[in-house]
């Protein structure tokens, strides 16, 4: 079993509609995520980050998060073409030295 | 503005050569990593430091070495390049924060062909 899991895509949404990625981790103990975005050819940028359950917003995302079920999603309100890219879903692993575990990225496609 | 800068954004190298990336921070993090990352399989950690005397293997450091000159720099070695290690390769830092938090910030990557 992977240690973070994200469907591949391609997510395909229309411009103005909200898009919904999911990810989910094996780490029970696992206390930090972070949502990256990147564009193709570019290097992933941090957009979120949340550290406890629920819901966090900034602007036009939403992460939430669910301890108990190992899942983590983020919400994109309003989708623009500029939102396509791929989101890279990050665990912090618990234990000994904090090391970041990627997911391969789920790749979103916002159409006009 | 406080960067993560790589060099070179592009190589072009054969079997058997010697490569050094290089990767230079002015963010002041004292923790830096290097990752590498193929289509399909996301990123993935090939060496990280914590500080100067810190250095530890990732989950794919066999055919790699690094090297941290200084806090602000952090070099990695291909000592004898294969195909297999064609690649995009990204330089990221962190500093630790409270309870573990470990925001990582990225370079601008190397693409790195070996023929």
């Known amino acids: 079993q992977k240690e973070v899991e994200q469907n591949s895509g391609p997510l395909s949404v229309p411009e103005g509609a909200i898009a919904s990625l999911n990810c989910t981790y094996s780490d029970r103990g696992s206390q930090s995520f972070f949502w990256y975005r990147q564009y193709s050819g570019k290097s992933p940028e941090l957009i979120m980050s949340?550290?406890?359950?629920g819901d966090k917003e900034d602007g036009r995302f939403t992460a939430q998060l669910n301890k108990a079920s190992q899942y983590v999603s983020l919400l994109i309100r309003d989708s623009q073409p500029s939102d396509s890219a791929t989101y890279l879903c990050?665990?912090?692993?618990?234990?000994?030295?904090?090391?970041?575990?990627f997911g391969a990225g789920t790749r979103l496609a916002v159409h006009p | 503005d406080a960067d993560v800068t790589q060099t070179p954004r592009n190589r072009i190298t054969k079997t058997g050569k010697r490569i050094m990336l290089e990767c230079s921070q002015t963010k002041g993090h004292d923790r830096m990593y290097w990752y590498r990352q193929d289509p399909g399989l996301g990123l993935r950690l090939i060496y990280y430091?914590?500080?100067?005397?810190?250095?530890n293997k990732g989950e794919i450091s066999d055919g790699y070495s690094v090297s941290r000159q200084a806090q602000a720099k952090f070099s990695l070695s291909l000592e004898s390049a294969i195909p297999n290690q064609t690649a995009l390769y990204f330089c990221a830092t962190s500093v630790l924060r409270d309870k573990g938090y470990n925001e990582q910030f990225f370079g601008p990557g190397t693409r790195l062909t070996v023929l």
């Open positions: 430091s914590f500080d100067v005397k810190d250095i």
């Open positions: 990050a665990v912090l692993i618990s234990g000994g030295y904090n090391k970041l575990i």
């Open positions: 949340i550290y406890s359950n």
